[in-house]
DNA sequence: GTCTATACAGTGATAGAC
DNA sequence: GTCTATCACTGTATAGAC
């Protein structure tokens, strides 16, 4: 069951397992090569650091969310001839919180190490995964300014940080509950934030009299 | 100018700077106290533990944060009859990114360790910093609430998690730049979104033919 | 009480033998 | 590829000096 064929992939098991339950800092190397009927320095040899690894672990799960995120948008962009907003949040949100309704064991592991990650990852972590998935989010980002002409640029680019920060913060805080309903609030929450942009930016353009907050 | 009169003192101001500057993990107590012309025993001897100390850094820089946050929603709420949405979400996310513009000492150093933080947080920390701030998320939740008549208690616990999320995010993500320009986008964007929950609430309990998305 | 010196078990990493 | 042995370093605990 836990047997895997490589030490590699019998490391990264382990490793994802422990890292889950006991947090990235918490879990060493030591514990990870034991469990994996592994040697000490297998984890330096086959990934370079202990840091490598969590990357590795990270990138074999990430993968496979950003996947089916743009699998669901280009469902969404094909459907119709006008992308609907609210089908593109979905695209980006509902596989996020999608596995936390698994009690499979890959989904159920991928939602701890998810918590894990937002409570726990460091910056190298952070830098490095962000920019690896950065073209995720540049077709977002494309898709929704089809969605809703007219919306700045900038302003989108800090949008989609908001809905990046409300979907991790939620999923960290709300574990594998409710994973559904609230997909459906951050979509709605986050479709009307961006839509109030649009509509402030065309009457500011239009009448020049708004009164702006503080 | 770095001399603070007591090993406690000092202690606190060389492990904030190095926090800032190193990260948690990376920095080890032996810099902390020779940065501080103190002993290596002494942080346990005075914080008790290294994660002791990290709570002990951030607490003296959230009680003033929070602190500010329920002075100016105060004055929100005595400024005029009925709260002002807009004036409420201010009170909560200004004071947070107004530490951005802040060139003093205290305030940029205050935001790299808040950027530390929320890329390096273990949950043991958050945890226990967001068990002692939950009376100032409370308080604005009733703000809120009264601000907004009929939105549904369960609905606006969810928002003011993405609310957090999308600031605490946001400000890790975007350092000390643009700090008024993103307030003032995230109130917009922030209020937009909780005013969606209720008037899609009222849509739903006056019509029930509202379609319900996926 | 406040602080110091010292010791300890455990960490990630690495060099070199097999 | 894999393993053993070893390194410098970590956070923590304690005994004792001021």
């Given at each position: 069951m836990t047997a895997s064929p490589t030490t590699c992939d019998r490391i990264l098991d382990a490793a994802e397992r422990l890292f889950a339950d006991e947090g990235f800092h918490a879990t060493s190397l030591r514990q990870i090569t034991q469990a994996a009927d592994a040697n000490l320095a297998a984890v330096n040899y086959h990934f370079g650091s202990k840091q490598a690894l969590i990357l590795a672990v990270f990138r074999r799960r990430l993968d496979a969310l950003n996947k089916a995120r743009l699998t669901r948008l280009d469902a969404a962009l094909t459907d119709s001839d006008r992308p609907d907003l609210e089908e593109i949040l979905e695209a980006f949100i509902v596989p996020a919180l999608a596995f936390?309704?698994?009690?499979?064991d890959a989904g159920h592991l991928f939602m701890r190490i998810l918590m894990r990650a937002f409570a726990e990852r460091d910056d190298q972590l952070h830098r490095a995964l962000s920019a690896e998935y950065a073209h995720v989010m540049r077709r977002f980002a494309s898709a929704i300014a089809v969605a809703l002409p007219g919306v700045d640029e900038q302003c989108l680019r800090r949008h989609l940080d908001f809905i990046v920060g409300a979907l991790t913060h939620t999923m960290a805080e709300n574990g594998s509950s409710n994973g559904q309903a609230i997909a459906n609030d951050l979509v709605r929450f986050a479709a009307a934030g961006l839509r109030s942009a649009v509509s402030v930016r065309n009457l500011d353009g239009a009448t020049r009299t708004l009164e702006i907050h503080t």
């Open positions: 936390t309704h698994g009690s499979e």
